[in-house]
Each structure stands twice: as C-alpha cells, then as structure tokens.
C-alpha cells in the first residue's frame, strides 16, 4: 500500500518583516533566521561573502508525520488567525511568507488540499510551497 507522510515549516522573508514579533506571538523560536545587514554565515558556521539583503527566518510546524497534511495546515491557519498574524501587508512590501511542505511519497499516492483551506491561506496571504520526494 502506497503512503505519503510530510514536514511543514512556516517560511516568512522581506525588510519590513520583523522575526521577533512572529516568534511572539506564535511562542516559538525560529529553526533559523537571518537578519538584513548581517554577515552571510552558512549552515555549516563559514562566514561567506557578503550581507543579507532582507530578514528571513523559518518555522517548523511538524517533524515528519502521516495523516492528513490539509487538516495539518487547517490547525495551523487556525493558530495564525488567533494571534491575528495575517502577512498580506508584508506581501504588499515585497516580502513573503509561505508554508514550505516537504511531501514524501512512496509509490502512486498523492494529497488532497481542500479548497477552503486554500482560501484562508490567500486571505492570511500565505503561499504554499511544495518540495516532493519519493
């Protein structure tokens, strides 16, 4: 029998963005961040050419799981909605935020995303980015 498990972080980027007031009002700290103006560091601590041009960080939201990655992401929009964090003003100023899935999937399988999830992503002004691997 085919499956599909998923990891999903919540990506947030621009230079008007600012990482400790998602991490406030989410109550977690980012997986990493990068701040504009900083030294490039890469992931292995070598300092690289150059500075950051924006403020970038990312989320995790779920260690590989099964089960429904569209119920996943309901929970979490809900959790977005009741902190009032909504990012379409940050779309308006260039930056962006998006939730980064990682689908893994073995054999002919696949994921249904509802379309009123969908919705509430467009109206939080989340985008959906989609890494598969199989």
């Known amino acids: 029998m085919s499956s599909c498990s998923f990891t999903v972080s919540l ?9 400790e007031l998602v991490s406030h009002k989410l109550g977690v700290t980012p997986r990493w961040k ?24 990312s989320y995790q939201l779920c260690e590989r799981r099964e089960g429904s990655l569209s119920d996943f992401i309901s929970e979490q929009i809900i959790k977005l909605e ?38 509430r992503l467009g109206a939080l002004g989340v985008d959906l980015s989609l890494d598969v691997y199989s």
Not at 11 to 19: A, K
């Open 11 to 19: 990506r947030v980027s621009g230079i008007e963005f600012d990482p």
């Open 34 to 57: 990068q701040l504009a103006g900083n030294k490039r560091i890469a992931p292995s601590g070598k300092e690289l050419s150059g500075f950051y041009e924006v403020n970038k960080c």
């Open 82 to 119: 009741s902190c009032s964090l909504s990012f379409r003003e940050l779309a308006k100023s260039g930056g962006k935020a998006e939730f980064f899935i990682g689908l893994y999937i073995s054999g002919n399988s696949g994921e249904v995303l509802k379309f009123d999830v969908l919705e």
